[in-house]
């Protein structure tokens, strides 16, 4: 058996570091995640001029209800998407003039929703090249808040930037929402935002956010069930056991319901309090399945999937072609580089198992296009496919910098 310590969730900290930069008083971030896209969110906190205090173990964040304490400031958001949404809607509440821009993997990924949302609240934000992408320029007034429409069919963090922002304006806010996908990432705002101090309703698919600010508190970031999804698919690919612990019945991400997914392909599982085990069984059955609300994890089953008894068909999953590349696209190819039969529709992918007697092909190359997805998913079929390689590994290092170790340590002992 393997116990494998995941780190911080992202999603988590990203909002938490939005809640104790905007709360009344000194909030300890515990066990947040240290990664590129943490490190670029914290970073451009103290460039619109908030304290944040670093130890190995915890933050600590002087919160300014008040909005930043800079009046200019030039912010550069990395490949971080949650800091490229989040952030810009933090500054409106402030005074000054803020400017954002990003990776050029960051300027590609669409912001319109939030950008007219925001606008249609009176926010000054103007784009500065291609309208709803990086970079642009916010010239914060604070916001008067009221009723707004939003499309969320892109992505959920666009709801997410709006609920966080709902307590910090002067009337509260009213977000009708026309599409959503990834739910659960909006249940992990709400829970959060509880958490410090603020309420949220929801009537119908209206979400309601007074006003009154949050009140800052010590808050404890959980493993982040994305990552762990391909430890739990390397148990039931190979037969192992592994065990995450600080992920059980009480955890806020969605993702860990990638495990029912490990279950019904034929994998024991087991959910805890405190922790979550998944036990291979030697069995994986083909299944069809619509993974809109943990669309995340989409990588890791179609990077599992050639290994499957029956077909692998994955479902209402179009966000996955608005990530940090074409992730659905990304997946096809690579599996196809592998050998393996794939087919590909505007918001599935099916995927054929390689035929009895038949692996996927060794010495493969695996094309990552950058994204930490890509390349922590291929390393599961890496497992039982000897000779992978990835043109930029490296790139894992915006969730996870010692994802190659760790994954290493659970190879020698799942063998």
């Known amino acids: 058996m ?181 739910a659960p990432y909006v249940e992990i705002t709400v829970a959060m935002m509880r958490a410090f101090g603020a309420e949220v309703r929801k009537e119908g698919d209206v979400f309601v956010v007074p006003p009154g600010g949050y009140r800052a508190t010590t808050y404890a970031i959980e493993p982040d069930a994305s990552t762990a999804s391909y430890f739990f698919a390397a148990a039931a690919l190979t037969g192992g056991e592994v065990t995450v612990p600080g992920l059980g019945t009480g955890a806020l991400q969605g993702d860990l319901g990638f495990v029912s997914v490990l279950r019904r392909m034929g994998a024991r599982v087991e959910i805890a309090d405190d922790r979550t085990t998944v036990t291979g069984t030697g069995e994986l059955r083909g299944l069809t399945v619509n993974m809109r609300d943990i669309s995340d994890t989409m990588p890791t089953l179609a990077a599992l999937a050639p290994f499957a008894s029956g077909p692998v068909r994955i479902e209402d999953v179009a966000n996955t072609r608005v990530k940090e590349c074409d992730r659905l696209e990304a997946c096809a190819e690579n599996l196809r580089r592998l050998g393996v039969r794939v087919e590909t529709g505007p918001d599935w992918i099916e995927i054929h198992p390689c035929p009895p007697g038949t692996a996927p092909a060794q010495d493969t190359d695996i094309k990552s296009y950058g994204d930490h997805r890509i390349v922590m998913s291929f390393a599961v079929t890496g497992l039982r496919t000897p000779g992978i390689t990835f043109d930029d590994p490296g790139c894992v290092r915006k969730t996870f910098p010692g994802f190659h170790e760790a994954f290493g340590e659970l190879r020698d002992v799942l063998g």
């Open 2 to 182: 393997a116990v494998v310590e995941i780190p911080g969730s992202k999603s988590i900290t990203a909002r938490a570091l939005f809640l104790a930069a905007a709360a009344d008083g000194v909030t300890t971030l515990v066990r947040p995640l240290r990664s590129d896209d943490s490190e670029g969110f914290a970073e451009g906190l103290v460039r619109l001029g908030y304290r944040v205090g670093r130890t190995p173990g915890a933050w600590q964040i002087d919160g300014r209800p008040q909005g930043p304490a800079a009046t200019e400031a030039d912010v550069h958001c990395r490949d971080g998407a949650t800091t490229a949404r989040f952030l810009p809607t933090l500054a409106a509440t402030g005074h000054g003039t803020y400017r954002f821009d990003a990776s050029p993997q960051m300027r590609r990924r669409p912001l319109a929703p939030l950008t007219r949302a925001l606008r249609d609240l009176g926010v000054d934000l103007r784009h500065e090249e291609a309208e709803g992408h990086h970079p642009l320029t916010v010239v914060a007034a604070g916001v008067e808040g009221g009723e707004v429409t939003l499309d969320a069919g892109q992505s959920s963090q666009y709801l997410t930037a709006l609920l966080l922002l709902g307590p910090l304006t002067r009337q509260g806010l009213r977000i009708h929402v026309t599409d959503l996908v990834s």
